[in-house]
Each structure stands twice: as structure tokens, then as C-alpha cells.
């Protein structure tokens, strides 16, 4: 397994299959999914934790049966841009993944991603439980779509202009 650049990826990402986007917190994993055109990340039921074993053959059985191509993991990079001990211990989890797995990791910067997410179930109405029960998969999405985006703007760049 590798730790790619979204430009990386992009390069070599083969058509049809799914990105996942993950917000690993300490009990709990957000995760979203694209659809196969790279184009919409969808929340899915969030994975409570247990020890990481168990957590990495759940993610892989996910993978296996989403046709996940890559993950797309937040790094909660300070808003100053340093890195404190949160992302050590996502960059420690993406390693020791890669033990398990050949499938490339993606380190996005997560800055504003779980607010966005708990502004947006907000406008939506969902009540302080539910949301609750639903930040961390939305801000999965929010990770996933920026990284989506990203892909779709390198796509566009190579592609000559007609």
C-alpha cells in the first residue's frame, strides 16, 4: 500500500471504481462513499471502533464490497498548519492499514471539515442527537468531496482544450 498525492492518484486510479473517505476519530470512523463517476461522496453508516484489528478487516470487507479504489483519510492538520499528536495517530493508523492492504491512501488536509459538516446538518434540521450520530460520516463526505473535486479539476487540466 501506498500514501499517494491526489496527483498521484489521479494518474493512476483505474475507471469504475469507488473512493472512500474516512474521519477517524478515537471511537469512531466516518465513512463515505463516491459513486463510481467520481463525482458525489455519499455518507454511510459510521464504524465504532474497537480495537485495530477488528477495524481494519471491517474497512477491508467495506472496500471489498464498495469496489474502493483508494481511501481519502482526513488529517486534522491545526488551523496554524502544524501537525499535533491527531495526526500522528491518523498517519500511524494509515500505516499500519498498509500492512493490510494494497489499496492507496490519500492524506487530506480536514481543516473547517467537521464544522462545515455540523453547519450543514444544521440548515438542515436535524435535531442535536441526530446529529450527533451523523457528524462524523457527514464530514467523511466533506473530506471525500473536496478530494473528488480536486480529481475532477486535475481531470479537466488533462484534457486539451478543443
Given amino acids: 500500500m501506498a500514501i499517494l498525492t491526489i496527483e498521484e492518484l489521479a494518474a493512476r ?4 471504481q469507488a473512493i472512500a473517505g474516512l474521519d477517524l476519530g478515537t471511537k469512531t470512523i466516518g465513512l463515505s462513499v463516491s459513486d463510481l463517476g467520481r463525482r ?16 481494519a478487516q471491517v474497512l477491508l470487507n467495506f472496500a471489498t464490497k464498495e469496489r474502493i ?27 499500519s492499514m498498509g500492512e493490510k492492504t494494497e489499496i492507496p491512501f490519500v492524506l487530506w488536509d480536514e481543516r473547517l ?26 464530514a467523511a463526505s466533506f473530506i471525500l468531496q473536496g478530494a473528488l473535486d480536486r480529481l475532477a479539476s486535475l481531470g479537466r487540466a488533462d484534457t486539451p482544450a478543443g
Avoid: W, Y
Avoid at 458525489?40 to 477495524?55: H, N, Q, S, Y
Avoid at 499528536?85 to 493508523?93: G, I, N, S, V
Fill in 40 to 55: 458525489f461522496a455519499t455518507p454511510r453508516d459510521v464504524l465504532r471502533r474497537v480495537k485495530f484489528g477488528i477495524d
Fill in 13 to 16: 486510479l483505474p475507471p469504475h
Fill in 69 to 95: 479504489g483508494a481511501f481519502v483519510i482526513g488529517l486534522p492538520v491545526n488551523m496554524d498548519g502544524t501537525e499535533g499528536p491527531r495526526c500522528q495517530a491518523t498517519r500511524a493508523f494509515v500505516r
Fill in 113 to 138: 471539515s467537521t464544522v462545515a459538516a455540523e453547519r450543514v446538518l444544521i440548515e438542515m434540521d436535524v435535531s442535536r442527537r441526530k446529529r450527533a450520530e451523523r457528524i462524523d460520516s457527514a
